[in-house]
């Protein structure tokens, strides 16, 4: 079961990478061009936030199957153990928050600029965050 869902997080990694982009690229276009907030860009947020939810979903039930993530005495000196048990999943969630707070607050917001300019920097702050965790799981990166 751990070797399945572990082999589903990474490949959702793409998906919600794919769909951040897609979403800041359309985003920044329709601020830029002042043009109107459309159902596809309604569908678009709203792709990017169930694959967003999927990936916590199964990241959650990994963090509990983990051989990595560990909570002892070591856990805060130890490199890895530290990254897995406390910053990825620290992250991550902080990631989730923004992109969920992207769609929830453009969705009350009435002027289309503002919500393309909502959906950009709330996403692209979420994409940053990702991947400078992403990033910091490489020690040798970091």
Known sequence: MYTGLLHTH???RYVVLLGLIIVLITSLLGWLNRRAY????NKLSLILFI???TQLLVGIVLYFLSPFVKFGQTTMSDKMTRYWSVEH?????????????ARSTSKRMS??????????????VALVVIVVIIAM???RII
């Open 38 to 41: 459309t159902a596809t860009d």
């Open 111 to 124: 002027d289309a600029t503002d919500k393309h300019k909502r959906m950009f920097i709330f996403n692209f």
């Open 51 to 53: 694959a967003t939810h």
């Open 89 to 101: 999943i620290f992250g991550m969630l902080v990631a989730v928050v923004l992109i969920t707070l």
């Open 137 to 139: 799981g490489d020690r």
């Open 10 to 12: 990474s490949a959702l």
